[in-house]
């Protein structure tokens, strides 16, 4: 018996009621009941409606039931099950918990499976149903120092590297590190390629010579009054050395660190040495790493997908830096750039301040801008950058050297800045890169700012689309779907009393399948959205719950996003919303929906 829409909400409680998605490989969907009298027993529930088929089920019968404790009828119930469903069901043990272990045979389609799980929620003796899922392992690095690395796991202000790391490792592809070269180290050097000394000034170079083959950091330590008058002396940075460590450390060689793209290798590319380094430089080193030509420099063959650069200076983006940005973009490297240490607008700084660059500002530990962190609408993306100084947990822990002028032996050091967080971005470019090579530049710039997360903190002046998630930035690019494309429909659609509406929107210009984390965008206004079942129908028809019915749900409107695992499904094609009204009394209208790749 159903009360008036007035009772009902001066009786029930706002409740946010959602159904995740069921696959075979997943299996997340549970569907919400409507709440039965109470001398009614509850229907068998189920976790069906796979978006890909399963292989076997798990069936629990109720208390009651002959097949609850006879293995003999069981196996009889499946094969009745299965004639009825046209297929041939194998019962194959019970489980330690008195559930019954049925095998489905091979080569069944969804719509097959469906028909299977439809047989055993249609019998009042089943209570459940649900997919005999197959688990990955999810391995712990087995790096020694990895447990201090809060900066790719931790809940607050991690970037959720290893949630990344069962979809892309960084395999096959190269990330250019423009900064002070690289120092030997062996929890680096198996992912070490060639790279080039680029500083063409003796003085700055610090090596006896111009630019050469060699990318080796001699150290970039300065005297007192060196560089300027009044600046005190300086022990060599490493600083190449502890990016590199971020992007590719070797991981899972029970030393050292673990690094966010340790299947990926690093082209170390000297700029930066005494007193710091020339755009003039610069440009020709992205231009190299990018696949371009530089007059006197040999062809690259380790062509960077992905460069990082860990620096920069006051003022504005030049037209000359601009250009060759613009020139790597084209070639298909994604160029990645600290926003700047100064705790000021980032517009003022570049390359953060540069065109067609991913622009990093840093979070501290606790989800907050770092205090030093450049800001500003410039900015596209916050990572962990550390906080305090360079001797705390807090900061970010990297492979370095122990040299105060030359090299010695060596190290790891916790190192905050900017600096730090950039290269958490482009280890995150080139996971997915690795995952899907098709990705452009621009497509990895939006997957990254869509699947981003709010920082946990503050940022004010501005750090971009929140804190960037791996695990779930990496999903949505995988399985060949190019990330960040948004496709909307606008046309306004009546939902009846007690009816059911679709609105299609036509999925055009995708690459294989959908994401895994495909989101769903609904604005439904409505005078009693308990009532409403809502579900995504993918091209070849299988539908995905995003809502059930629930008389515990007595808002209005439905404006909500949903994410839905069709990794199995075609991306191309007609996508449909399905709205259905379950009751009389309440009407309301589909304004819009959308769908984000």
């Known amino acids: 018996m159903r009360t008036s829409p007035s009772v009902r909400r001066k009786l029930i409680s706002v409740a946010a009621v959602s159904a995740a998605l069921f696959t075979a490989a997943t299996a997340s969907v549970a569907v919400a009941q409507e709440s039965a009298a109470p001398q009614e027993a509850p229907a068998a529930r189920t976790e069906a409606a796979p978006g890909a088929p399963a292989e076997r089920l798990i069936v629990g019968y109720k208390s009651g039931a002959a097949e609850a404790k006879s293995n003999k009828a069981a196996d009889a119930d499946a094969a009745a099950k299965g004639k009825e469903a046209g297929e041939k069901l194998d019962f194959q043990r019970r489980l330690g918990t008195g559930a019954a272990l049925v095998d489905l045979g091979e080569d069944l389609t969804k719509a097959d499976v469906a028909d299977v799980v439809a047989e055993y929620q249609a019998d009042p003796q089943v209570a459940y149903v649900v997919p005999d899922r197959l688990n990955k392992p999810l391995a712990t690095p087995n790096d020694t120092e990895y447990s201090k690395q809060w900066d790719l796991f931790e809940a607050t202000a991690g970037m959720n590297v290893p949630g990344a790391w069962d979809v892309a490792t960084g395999t096959g592809v190269t990330v250019a590190v423009i900064d002070t070269g690289y120092v030997t180290h062996s929890d680096l050097a198996a992912n070490i390629v060639g790279g080039y000394d680029f500083i063409s000034d003796a003085t700055v170079a610090g090596d006896g010579g111009g630019r050469d083959s060699n990318p080796a950091d001699p150290g970039d330590w300065t005297a007192a009054n060196q560089c300027a ?36 290798k690093v082209s170390p590319l000297r700029v930066l040495g005494k007193c710091g380094g020339y755009d003039s430089d610069i440009i020709d080193a992205i231009t190299w790493a990018s696949g371009g030509t530089v007059s006197g420099v040999p062809a690259n063959t380790n062509v960077a997908k992905v460069i990082n650069m860990s620096l ?164 949505a690019v995988s399985g060949g779907s190019t990330g960040g494309t948004t496709f909307t429909s606008t046309s306004a659609v009546a939902i009846p009393d007690s009816s059911t509406v679709e609105s299609p929107i036509a999925v055009s210009g995708r690459t294989g399948n959908a994401p895994s ?68 009394q309440d009407t309301g209208t589909l304004n819009s929906w959308k769908l984000t790749f």
């Open 229 to 264: 008058s009044g600046d005190p002396a300086y022990d060599s940075s490493w600083h190449g050395t502890h990016v590199a460590g971020t992007i590719a450390a070797v991981t899972n060689n029970s030393k050292g660190v673990a690094g966010i793209a340790y299947g990926a």
């Open 312 to 475: 920069g200076g006051s003022g504005a983006c030049t037209t000359a830096t601009q250009n060759a940005i613009n020139a790597a973009v084209n070639r298909g490297t994604t160029v990645v750039v600290a926003a700047g240490n100064s705790n000021a607008n980032a517009a003022n700084y570049s390359p953060a301040s540069c065109s067609n660059v991913i622009s990093v500002a840093a979070a501290d530990r606790q989800g907050n801008r770092s205090y030093y962190s450049n800001y500003g609408t410039v900015v596209d993306i916050a990572a962990p950058g550390g906080e305090t100084n360079s001797v705390t947990a807090n900061g970010i822990l990297s492979t370095l050297n122990a040299g105060a002028q030359g090299p010695g032996a060596e190290s790891y050091e916790y190192y905050q800045g900017t600096s730090m967080a950039a290269p958490h971005i482009a280890g995150l470019a080139a996971l997915m890169k690795s995952a899907n090579s098709a990705l452009t530049p621009a497509q990895i710039e939006s997957a990254i700012k869509t699947n981003s997360r709010a920082l946990a903190g503050t940022c004010s002046g501005g750090c971009g689309a929140g804190l960037a998630d791996a695990a779930k930035t990496v999903q």
């Open 517 to 584: 984390a495909l989101q769903v965008g609904v604005d439904i206004t409505h005078t009693y959205r308990g009532d409403l079942v809502i579900d995504l129908v993918a091209p070849d028809g299988t539908s995905y719950r995003l809502k059930s019915a629930s008389s515990s749900d007595s808002a209005d409107n439905v404006v909500a996003t949903y994410t839905v695992n069709a990794s199995s499904e075609v991306a191309n094609g007609t996508w449909k919303l399905r709205v259905q009204d379950t009751a009389a």
